[in-house]
Structures are given as structure tokens and as C-alpha cells.
């Protein structure tokens, strides 16, 4: 069965340290690769996707995510973070034709001020 | 662009009860929209893939007589949870697709939490 994996369920930064999010899916084929981002309090919204193309994507926000296919990873990267981005943080895939979205536990990022 | 909206955002019912979420996306119309459950700390469940027009598609292990989708319309899904129990407190998230789109990208409503009694 398809899966995603994220590494690490809470994340604790300083201000403008970096930031690198790991996720690793388990699927052989063609893939869509999403990361979103639920705010507290708000609904989720999306950062970035991939579908094609270039392996690293730029989103909203100054975030970044590299597709590494003999990796099946999308990690997620910021190099430098503010306590505004103090969110919750999930990737998802999708590997079928009903569009269906496969999560991540998600990642809970707290940026210390 | 691209607005999903979800009512009510909260509601407390008793136990047994009957409680419908609406969906609507309020600036196009989506063909098809998702309903997920969110655990607390936990990922989102996807429950169902509702399609305007036909029977929505349930995934494994969710009851489809219990959580009943209808959606009538290019622009509203609803979820009724039936005969309620307090298990079934969560946080109900749905999401639209618009057609056409080259990538699947999903548009999220703010959710409803739901408490039963």
C-alpha cells in the first residue's frame, strides 16, 4: 500500500536558523507531491507542489522542496525561518486517478522568537 | 480565487442525533470533493471521494450508512453524520478538486469540529 512518511513529528527552531523537512513516500510509479501548511487556527493551505519538470520547486514564503526520485523523498527547506511560520506541516501524495491525496503524519514546527 | 467554505464550524449534538456539515466552494464549481476526519496530532483520514451526481466512493472501513455524502450540486457536498456517538468526535475537513486542473491540487475548507455528548 501506498504511504508517506514524515521524520519527525515536532521540529523546535530558533529564528533564522534553516529548515529541512523530511518526507519519503513508498510508491514506483509517476507521482504528485504536495506540501501544505495548516497555520493555528487556520485551514490548511498549500505551500508547493510538484508534478513535473524541475525537481526543486519553489513556493509561497520563501520555502523550497526537492524531488528526489531514487529517494522517493520531498523534503521541504526554508533557509532561513521566522516565528510566522510556527505551523503544522504535511506532505501528501498522489499515485492514482481519483485524485485521491495520500498524507503524512504531519510535523509540528514551533520558531522560538 | 479558489474558496472552500465549511458550516457549521463547530457543533455540540447529543448522542443519537443526526449532524449535516455543508461544503461549498464558493468561486467554482468542483465535480469532485474529499472528506477527511483529523485525529488529534494525528494525519488527515480521507473518508470519502464524493462526485457530483453519483453515489460518493467510501474508503475501507468507513461506513457508508453512517456517514452519508450527497453532493447535489457543482458547488455543495454535504456530510451527515447519522445517529452520532461520541466516537465520532472530530475535526471534519473537506476539500475540492477543480476540474481541469493538470495537477491534482486540493482546496481545503476551514473545517468543522464536531462533540457528541
Known amino acids: 500500500a501506498q504511504s508517506v512518511s514524515q521524520h519527525n513529528h515536532h521540529v523546535i527552531l530558533s529564528e533564522a536558523a534553516s529548515l529541512e523537512l523530511g518526507c519519503n513516500y513508498s510508491y514506483g510509479g509517476t507521482v504528485n507531491l504536495f506540501w501544505y501548511v495548516q497555520y493555528p487556527g487556520q485551514h490548511l493551505q498549500l505551500l508547493l507542489k510538484y508534478f513535473s519538470g524541475d525537481p526543486l520547486v519553489k513556493g509561497i514564503k520563501g520555502f523550497e522542496a526537492e524531488f528526489i526520485k531514487s529517494k522517493f523523498s520531498f523534503n521541504l527547506r526554508k533557509p532561513s525561518v521566522q516565528w510566522s511560520d510556527t505551523a503544522e506541516y504535511f506532505c501528501a501524495v498522489n499515485a492514482n486517478s481519483n485524485y485521491q491525496l495520500i498524507w503524512g503524519a504531519g510535523t509540528k514546527l514551533i520558531i522560538k522568537p | ?117
Open chain 2, 1 to 117: 480565487g479558489a474558496v472552500v467554505s465549511q458550516h457549521p464550524s463547530w457543533v455540540i449534538c447529543k448522542s443519537g442525533t443526526s449532524v449535516k456539515i455543508e461544503c461549498r466552494s464558493l468561486d467554482f464549481q468542483a465535480t469532485t470533493m474529499f472528506w477527511y476526519r483529523q485525529f488529534p496530532k494525528q494525519s488527515l483520514m480521507l473518508m470519502a471521494t464524493s462526485n457530483e451526481g453519483s453515489k460518493a466512493t467510501y474508503e475501507q472501513g468507513v461506513e457508508k450508512d453512517k456517514f452519508l455524502i450527497n453532493h447535489a450540486s457543482l458547488t455543495l457536498s454535504t456530510l451527515t453524520v447519522t445517529s452520532a456517538h461520541p466516537e465520532d468526535s472530530s475535526f471534519y475537513i473537506c476539500s475540492a478538486r477543480i476540474p481541469g486542473q493538470g495537477a491534482n491540487e486540493q482546496y481545503f475548507g476551514p473545517g468543522t469540529r464536531l462533540t457528541v455528548t
